[in-house]
């Protein structure tokens, strides 16, 4: 069983940055996409970034420019950089990894609270 755990969260003001991590229990290998998902109090998770084996990043369009998608695979790591931070960006944030050996994986969760 792969564990995933995100660290990082917190209270930030607007405009502010956070840097969020996911550790995965193991070394992830092959075929991969490693992903950031959110969610907001009484809204569906949604997709914020992504980052393949390959190293194509992907964005939600309203954190492109803003957030950065990375990995460390000699550190089996995760993570999300944050910058210009908006109230809108306040939710609990998740890493999921998904393989072609197994998965889809699930973290518990990191809360990001952007508020004055």
């Known amino acids: 069983q792969v564990q995933l755990v995100e660290s990082g969260g917190g209270l930030v003001q607007p405009g502010g940055s956070l840097r969020l991590t996911c550790a995965v229990s193991?070394?992830?290998?092959?075929?991969?996409?490693m992903s950031w998902y959110r969610q907001a109090p009484g809204k569906q998770r949604e997709f914020v970034a992504a980052?393949?084996?390959?190293?194509?990043?992907n964005y939600k369009d309203s954190v492109e420019g803003r957030f950065t998608v990375s990995r460390d695979t000699a550190k089996n790591t995760l993570a999300l950089q944050m910058n210009s931070l908006v109230p809108e960006d306040t939710a609990i944030y998740f890493c999921?990894?998904?393989?072609?050996?197994?998965?889809?994986?699930w973290g518990q969760g990191t809360q990001v609270t952007v508020s004055s």
């Open positions: 980052i393949t084996s390959g190293g194509i990043r």
């Open positions: 999921k990894l998904a393989q072609s050996t197994g998965g889809p994986y």
């Open positions: 193991r070394s992830f290998s092959g075929l991969y996409v």
